[in-house]
Antibody, heavy 123, light 111 residues
Framework: EVQLVQSGAEMKKPGESLKISCKASGYSFTLYWIGWVRQMPGKGLEWMGFIYPGDSEIRYSPSFQGQVTISADKSITTAYLQWSSLKASDTAIYYC????????????????WGQGTLVTVSS | QSVLTQPPSVSGAPGQRVTISCTGSSSNLGAGYDVHWYQQLPGIAPKLLIYGNINRPSGVPDRFSASKSGTSASLAITGLQAEDEADYYCQSYDRSLSGPLFGGGTKLTVL
């Protein structure tokens, strides 16, 4: 079974750093793009960026470029999303999701999705 | 600006048929990119409902169907059930964004 399991909820203060994870299993990790999607409280889905673990190519949405860092560790089939200095406006649920078609083309649909990681940033 | 526009809300009584529209532009749907649909039940991660404009993944009831024409797409749900109450999102690829683009989402209320 293809599965993405994300790390648990986090509560942080503004200015702190954070790295959340997405553990993949049930498929060849290096062959599929993994994306990150933000959902702010009561709002819709926003694509943040994704990584192709095969060659570590990363693409960011212009809205998130420079705000977050996406990475992956092939040896443990895990993708990461990190912040160096959190803001209150980063409070959201963050989902990882796999682009469903294998290969280097990053056009397609997301399936499956991780269960989401709630990040709360408050002083 | 890259946008996929959905109605904020739709509603219908049990057993009825509802449709949810998704309107794009020449940089996404109009450029020939496929549209995909997701269902997000309250408090749960989104789930793929339709991919490649018209295809249902295994396990999705045939009450759900979709179509695409030009810069527009739509999702239809027939025989509405209480369990269909959820948020629905369309998604495509946008060449201006060079990445996936989601619609704003539509909240379906089953009356």
């Amino acid at each position: 079974e293809v599965q993405l399991v994300q790390s648990g909820a986090e509560m942080k203060k503004p200015g702190e750093s954070l790295k959340i994870s997405c553990k993949a299993s049930g498929y060849s990790f290096t062959l599929y793009w993994i994306g990150w999607v933000r959902q702010m409280p009561g709002k819709g889905l926003e694509w943040m960026g994704f990584i192709y673990p095969g060659d570590s190519e990363i693409r960011y949405s212009p809205s998130f470029q420079g705000q977050v860092t996406i990475s992956a560790d092939k040896s443990i089939t895990t993708a990461y999303l990190q912040w160096s200095s959190l803001k209150a406006s980063d409070t959201a649920i963050y989902y990882c999701a796999r682009l469903a078609a294998p290969g280097t083309s990053h056009v397609g649909w997301f399936d499956p999705w991780g269960q989401g990681t709630l990040v709360t940033v408050s002083s | 600006q890259s946008v996929l526009t959905q109605p904020p809300s739709v509603s219908g009584a049990p057993g009825q048929r509802v449709t949810i529209s998704c309107t794009g532009s020449s940089s996404n749907l109009g450029a020939g990119y496929d549209v995909h649909w997701y269902q997000q039940l309250p408090g749960i991660a989104p789930k793929l409902l339709i991919y490649g404009n018209i295809n249902r993944p295994s396990g999705v009831p045939d009450r759900f169907s979709a179509s695409k024409s030009g810069t527009s797409a739509s999702l239809a749900i027939t025989g509405l059930q209480a369990e269909d109450e959820a948020d629905y999102y369309c998604q495509s690829y946008d060449r201006s964004l060079s990445g996936p683009l989601f619609g704003g989402g539509t909240k379906l209320t089953v009356l």
